[in-house]
């Protein structure tokens, strides 16, 4: 079992940065693919972008790449989210979540692959 909680979010001006972490209970959070999605009203939550169990591997969705970094600590249980450049199309729950890794296949392209969610946390872009 993995408890996740974020924190970071918050109301920024468009073109500002915001950074936002996860922190995971338990000792085998090297062992998990991590994402970050978000979820705007009225909309289908989405990937935002993954990172692998060593962090050797990422994916960006096109609408943030070259704006947002994922990057992990291991050592600290922790996940992060850089955004910068900000868009009011940015304004979401962001929520970290938790993909089994055991073998080190990667994935975690889906939502429907991931194994623990943390409660969200809100980001609104103000233009």
């Known amino acids: 079992q993995v408890q996740l909680v974020e924190s970071g979010g918050g109301l920024v001006q468009a073109g500002g940065s915001l950074r936002l972490s996860c922190a995971a209970s338990?000792?085998?959070?090297?062992?998990?693919?991590m994402g970050w999605f978000r979820q705007a009203p009225g909309k289908e939550r989405e990937l935002v972008a993954r990172?692998?169990?060593?962090?050797?591997?990422?994916y960006y969705a096109d609408s943030v790449k070259g704006r947002f970094t994922i990057s992990r600590d291991n050592a600290k249980n922790t996940m992060y989210l850089q955004m910068n450049s900000l868009k009011p199309d940015d304004t979401a729950v962001y929520y970290c979540?938790?993909?089994?890794?055991?073998?080190?296949?990667?994935?975690?392209?889906?939502?429907?692959?991931?194994?623990?969610w943390g409660q969200g946390t809100q980001v609104t872009v103000s233009s």
């Open positions: 979540a938790a993909r089994k890794d055991p073998l080190g296949i990667g994935g975690g392209l889906a939502v429907s692959s991931y194994d623990y």
């Open positions: 990172i692998t169990r060593n962090g050797a591997s990422t």
């Open positions: 338990g000792r085998t959070f090297s062992s998990y693919v």
